[in-house]
């Protein structure tokens, strides 16, 4: 649709994109001669962010729960820090600095932002690579010309070296913010009809990191070399071994970086480097990280409170012991530690938790930028180690463009050419989706038509196995959805009501016996399907008209071996769409498979799953899963299932995945299961169902080895 023709919605989107692509062109350049007021020009251009995406819901911007609901609880603990705190005066100011900027970044990362689309994101992310720009090459005019809009416009005198000093700030920005602007210039926007267009773009976006670390090099910023060095290798590591590999090295490097606050006091700058000569700076960091370890051992529970670093009491012996500093730092140059420090142990689980939080979101991202957000990631947790305080405005502003980035970055886009042909601002389809989309380019038709299946061949078949134990209340409604596939096949396990009539009313062929475990039934239905492709459906599920015609699309068109149905679970009526897994419901299936391509394994209880051949793109249209009637028949679900679970467990000698179970785990699986249904997989929004369901989630495994341990020791008879 064009933008003349545009609805309402469409032009206060354009509107909110518009908004923002100032906001982020603007902010960086100013980071060089404004570094210290970064945050009065975040308010004046992040305004505008927040008052569009208001107009757009016709109210308050609803933030992200992922994102706020941490950055909230770090500012309601770091306020009520004020109640103990031996300086409530000073942590009410630092206070009411905090949290107006939190406030600002939590209105900022809205729900309206995250559902620009395509153009409208490619749109902010070219004036981020512009702002970014304009901010390395004033950088480097800076740096090598003597800093003369600096001395010009700030009215600085004094030698070159006190003067480029001042640029510190900027660079750290810059080893940031680089990052999300090389993704911009690597990966927006590649399509199957361009990739060979565009070869450039890795080797321009290699060519700007090269850039910044030379400019780096050529500063006075050892923490921002560093931070490019560390984004360099992420990126890199990213890319040989795997994102996953690299969320898990920064998760743990920010576990023991903050475990390490307390251990600080006995490290000892002359037991840490000895007689060896140490530079200003490096031996000005191991002072203050044995200052702040010591008064961490003071206060280890609650912390002194916010803001109070530089208020800290101090014996004159224990300066006389320092050789660079002779008063308490302004603040630790270590997050964590300052965490600790000022917020006792509770803040610092906080601060980890948000941002272990904001790792852990670089999975939602495309394959391609993930290794970019990783090192962006990689930077900012270095630059946050040796330097900074948590608090400080500008830093927390230069996070926030970084983070915005990311945040609007464009979603992968449906691989099927139904979707793309209904989304107008969608992607041109890959090269594996069917090319139905009315407007794609030649170039990227050729290409689509490599993989199609050659005109005039078959249609390839579709077999619905639906297993059935007893299910005559659900099985007419389910087999009645399933009437698009060629065949169905209805495996009935040891049934005594009418599920053998309801089949035989729906012309579907049958296959009736006993078997004694879940893999075996399974196993039956797929060896006895005829059609080229099979999908797997439960009683209690149904499939929409919708999802039927997409099914028929995909497997018409799809070169892989198997797919994922994204599923809408239901209790009663009631839709519920957050919160699940963990062992206790599922948002995705894998039913839809070729024929001889998926394995059941042999457990009771959610048997594992292996699958042969390539996975294809995960449909649109969700399967309806009536997962429960009511809160009763959850509780009986979570009984049978930890009972089956619990044999499962006795028949492996309680060692499940190579390791011995132990309460001590399960104990920590109810608290980790519990936080990735209720935080991660955002079970808040259901409100007291998402508590119940994350509260399950947890007590699944829990449950299920208290079972087996109890029958295990059960007298026999």
């Not at 361009?194 to 890795?202: G, H, L, Q, S, V």
């Not at 998926?598 to 048997?607: A, E, F, L, M």
């Not at 793109?617 to 049978?640: G, K, Q, S």
């Amino acid at each position: 649709m064009s933008h003349s023709l545009s609805s309402p919605r469409q032009r206060e989107a354009d509107w909110l994109a518009a908004a923002l692509a100032l906001c982020v062109l603007v902010v960086p350049p100013a980071a060089v001669l404004w570094p210290k007021a970064l945050t009065a020009v975040l308010l004046a251009t992040g305004a505008p962010v927040i008052l569009a995406a208001g107009w757009s819901v016709r109210g308050l911007p609803r933030p992200v729960g992922a994102i706020a609901a941490p950055l909230a609880a770090v500012l309601v603990w770091a306020g009520c820090s004020v109640l103990w705190s031996p300086f409530a005066a000073v942590v009410g100011e630092a206070w009411a600095r905090t949290a107006s900027g939190g406030l600002l970044v939590i209105l900022l990362f809205n729900r309206p932002l995250a559902a620009l689309d395509a153009p409208q994101c490619r749109l902010v992310l070219r004036a981020l690579g512009l702002g970014v720009g304009v901010l390395g090459v004033a950088l480097a005019l800076e740096l090598l010309a003597d800093a003369p809009l600096y001395r010009t416009l700030r009215g600085v005198e004094g030698s070159n070296e006190e003067v480029l000093t001042r640029l510190n700030r900027a660079l750290t920005y810059l080893a940031v913010l680089i990052w999300p602007a090389a993704a911009w210039i690597a990966c927006a926007g590649r399509t199957p009809a361009r990739m060979a267009a565009w070869r450039w773009r890795p080797r321009a976006a290699a060519l700007a990191v090269l850039g910044v670390l030379t400019l780096t090099g050529r500063g006075y910023s050892n923490a921002a070399t560093l931070a490019v060095l560390a984004g360099a290798g992420a990126w890199g590591l990213a890319h040989m071994a795997g994102p996953r590999v690299v969320r898990r090295l920064l998760v743990g490097g920010v576990v023991a970086a903050g475990l390490a606050g307390p251990l600080l006091a006995g490290l000892t700058v002359e037991r840490w480097a000895g007689e060896t000569a140490l530079s200003v700076p490096v031996r000005h960091r191991l002072e203050i990280y044995e200052f702040g370890g010591r008064r961490v051992l003071d206060r280890p529970l609650l912390g002194w409170g916010l803001g109070t670093t530089r208020h800290l009491p101090v014996a004159a012996e224990e300066i006389a012991h320092y050789r660079v500093f002779d008063r308490p730092p302004t603040h630790p140059h270590n997050h964590w530690l300052e965490a600790w420090l000022e917020l006792g142990a509770p803040g610092w689980l906080l601060v980890t938790l948000l941002t272990l939080t904001v790792i852990g979101r670089t999975r939602r991202l495309p394959d391609t930028v993930q290794p970019f957000a990783l090192a962006s990631c990689a930077a900012t947790l270095v630059i946050g180690t040796v330097s900074y305080s948590l608090w400080s405005g500008s830093w927390i502003v230069a996070l926030t463009i970084a983070g915005l980035a990311f945040f609007v970055w464009p979603r992968p886009q449906p691989q099927d050419g139904r979707a793309a042909a209904a989304a107008p601002h969608a992607e041109p389809a890959a090269p594996h989706a069917e090319p139905t989309a009315p407007h794609a380019e030649p170039a990227a038709m050729e290409a689509l038509a490599l993989d199609q299946p050659p005109r005039g061949a078959a249609a390839p078949t579709l077999t619905a196995v639906v297993v059935a134990h007893n299910e005559a209340a659900r099985l007419d409604g389910c087999l009645a959805a399933l009437a698009f596939a060629d065949e169905r096949l209805v495996v009935l396990d040891r049934c005594t009501d009418d599920s053998a009539a309801i089949a035989a009313r729906h012309r579907c062929r049958m296959l009736e016996g006993a078997w004694p475990r879940e893999c075996d039934r399974r196993h039956a239905g797929l060896e006895a399907a005829g059609g080229d492709w099979l999908l797997e459906i439960d009683a209690d599920e149904r499939v929409t008209p919708a999802l039927a015609a997409e099914i028929r699309d995909t497997i018409t068109g799809s070169t892989a071996g198997h797919h994922a149905v994204p599923v809408l679970n239901h209790l009663g009526s009631r839709p519920v769409r957050y919160g699940w897994g963990a062992s206790f419901g599922t948002g995705a299936k894998m039913i839809l498979f070729r024929r001889g391509t998926k394995t059941w394994g042999p457990q009771r209880v959610h048997p594992d799953v292996r699958f042969s051949g390539q996975k294809g793109a995960r449909l649109e249209t969700p399967l309806l899963h009536f997962v429960d009637d009511d809160v009763t028949d959850m509780l009986a679900r979570l009984n049978r299932y930890t009972s089956l679970r619990a044999a499962d467990l006795r028949d492996a000698g309680l060692v499940w995945n190579g390791k011995r179970e132990s309460l001590a785990r399960n104990l920590g699986r109810l608290v980790t299961r519990f936080y990735k249904c209720y935080i991660r997989r955002h079970g808040y929004r259901e409100g007291a169902l998402g508590v119940l369901i994350a509260l399950l989630a947890g007590l699944f495994p829990l449950l299920s080895y208290l079972k087996a341990r109890i029958d295990e020791h059960r007298p026999a008879g």
